[in-house]
């Protein structure tokens, strides 16, 4: 963490305001205080706002406000940023068919973790996940929080083509594919649920600063959770964060 | 209204407004007219608002036909565009009848060509617009580009057709094309990350847009812009005209479709009023950056809007229809110039 937050120039049209290098949960809270402390304020001529790991990036139009006074405003708004409480975060569950053809890299992982295919999905599931931030692709979640126990390598040869709703890990990272596209994760399962449908009216099902929680399903739970999405009749489960 | 039938589809043509805005934070791209001035002209030439869908056309190879008699415009770049097989001006407000077609066929200037109309492109707001993004599958036309048989509708002109026909930009409103350019560019926001060698590199030489260049982005070629030790940075936002140099050295400018964030240190990025001009550059043609302040891109950027307000369209009379068989022309003879008047008998 910076002692003093950087003002980065993005342009003329942007600032970027860097809390520190690091992907940690200390830096990225203050990055959503602040982003949330100036969505309540209302600034005249700020057009958009995207948090991300260690920094926020501010959009806004310097024909209605200068760059000075815009870096004024946001000054005082960090230096009660303490005061700032959040609201409660929520923790989505979402259900996963492992291995098999919609996990087809499941079983290197085991070998890679020198664990059983069980214990690999056991630890997947265990523990929530942190949303840090969305970005890379409409609805891709940047996750922190899996064990380093299955800590796993990106495939030397990316795939052309990783299915939507494809659970992968790359690294110590793990995430899911809300659009099809091409990708190098290790892939070792697969969610019915949609993170991003241009169907709906508000395509996105998730934000930062939340978590998600994987859990295993079987492949006719798969099927009928699938055909419930389909007829527009499934939610998910959706809990408060820090209760059971 | 049904307004046009595609007969032939170009490679990429889509539907664009000025972008989808207010979503970055859910990981969707702005995308919108990658020469925005092109549409914002277009659009006021034809009594529509400035942010109403057009068609983006990115090479040549369209051919529509028209369904319902209206008035086009078209800006941006000159695809030597035919209405029934005659040129048809550019940068001026158009009469077509049904069953006319209109054709873009080859390059002469520019990289992209937009197709206006009165009343705009009828499609869903989708999040607030018009504008296609394929990957997401998104706006447009079910969120891909144009395809043969293909009927695109059209909305209601917001002003009478007769007044707007035969409208024209002035040319001192009308951008040239060039095969080189200077891009002007504010440093940052990681500039810290490069070596004054390679500050000096980036500055002093021209890069190649090569031919990996998309409405995501411009890959360029060129001497390597060398980092202290690694380009990679952890993953921040992605403004438009953002200059990305991956570990290669070879720099990256993002434009309108570009991934909300991303992961590769970003030496400047290019100033607002030098988008519209990069983006009808094409592979082959070169770049020489150069660097401004924020100050000044800043009043740059303020002229230019007042310029865009300030517009007043001239008005051309030369072929105008007065009824079903009569044709007035301007005629000049030993420098005089009269009115004619042609009557079917």
């Given at each position: 963490m910076y002692p003093k937050t950087r003002y980065l120039l993005a342009g003329d049209r942007a600032i970027v305001l860097e809390f520190g290098n690091e992907i940690s949960k200390e830096v990225n809270l203050l990055v959503r205080k602040l982003y949330y402390s100036i969505s309540k304020k209302n600034i005249e001529g700020i057009e958009e706002m995207v948090p991300t790991y260690c920094s926020l990036i501010v959009y806004y139009n310097p024909q209605r406000v200068k760059y000075s006074v815009l870096t004024k405003k946001i000054k005082e708004l960090e230096n009660s940023i303490t005061e700032i409480t959040l609201p409660t975060a929520c923790v989505t569950e979402i259900p996963t068919l492992y291995g098999g053809e919609y996990g087809p890299d499941l079983k290197f992982v085991a070998q890679h973790s020198k664990l059983s295919i069980k214990e690999v999905i056991k630890i997947h599931t265990e523990k929530e996940c942190f949303i840090y931030m969305l970005g890379?692709?409409?609805?891709f979640v940047y996750l922190?929080?899996?064990?380093?126990?299955?800590n796993t390598p990106r495939l030397e040869k990316p795939r052309l083509e990783v299915l939507e709703g494809s659970v992968g890990i790359a690294g110590k990272q793990t995430g899911i594919y809300p659009i099809g596209s091409p990708g190098g994760w290790q892939i070792i399962g697969r969610t019915p649920i949609k993170l991003y449908d241009p169907q709906k009216k508000f395509p996105f099902l998730l934000k930062s600063g939340d978590y998600i929680k994987f859990y295993p399903i079987n492949k006719e739970q798969f099927k009928e959770i699938e055909k419930k999405i389909d007829e527009e009749n499934y939610n998910c489960k959706v809990k408060p964060y820090g209760r059971v | 209204m049904e307004g046009f039938k595609v007969i032939k589809s170009g490679i990429f043509d889509t539907i664009q407004d000025l972008g989808r805005f207010g979503f970055q934070r859910y990981g969707m791209p702005v995308s919108g007219a990658m020469d925005s001035y092109a549409l914002r002209i277009g659009n006021r030439l034809l009594g529509n608002k400035e942010n109403e869908a057009g068609i983006e056309i990115s090479s040549p190879g369209l051919s529509l036909e028209v369904l319902s008699g209206t008035v086009i415009g078209i800006t941006g770049a000159d695809f030597n565009p035919t209405i029934n097989n005659s040129p048809a001006p550019i940068w001026e407000a158009l009469e077509v009848k049904k069953g006319d077609n209109i054709s873009f066929n080859q390059i002469k200037s520019g990289c992209r060509s937009y197709l206006l109309v009165a009343g705009g492109i009828d499609v869903p707001n989708m999040l607030g617009s018009k504008s296609t993004y394929t990957r997401g599958k998104i706006g447009g036309l079910k969120g891909r580009p144009l395809n043969k048989y293909d009927i695109i509708n059209i909305g209601n002109p917001n002003q009478k057709l007769p007044d707007i026909i035969g409208r024209k930009v002035p040319s001192i409103n009308i951008p040239n094309y060039h095969e080189e350019n200077e891009i002007r560019i504010i440093l940052?926001?990681?500039?810290?990350?490069?070596t004054k060698e390679g500050f000096r590199v980036f500055l002093n030489y021209f890069y190649e847009i090569t031919v990996n260049s998309d409405r995501m982005g411009y890959r360029l070629k060129g001497p390597k812009i060398e980092s202290k030790n690694s380009s990679d940075i952890i993953t921040d936002g992605i403004p438009l005209g953002s200059i990305q140099v991956p570990q290669d050295g070879m720099p990256i400018v993002m434009l309108a479709d570009r991934q909300t964030t991303g992961g590769y240190a970003k030496i400047a990025t290019v100033i607002s009023v030098d988008i519209d001009k990069l983006a009808q550059m094409k592979s082959g043609n070169k770049i020489k950056f150069t660097q401004a302040n924020l100050k000044e891109a800043q009043r740059l950027l303020q002229e230019r809007e007042k310029n865009i307000t300030d517009l007043q369209f001239e008005k051309k009379?030369?072929?105008?229809?007065?009824?079903?068989n009569a044709r007035i022309f301007k005629v000049k003879i030993e420098e005089k110039i009269y009115k004619v008047e042609i009557k079917e008998i």
């Open positions: 890379f692709l409409p609805g922190g929080g899996m064990s380093d126990k299955i | 940052g926001p990681q500039d810290d990350y490069f009379e030369t072929t105008e229809l007065k009824s079903s």
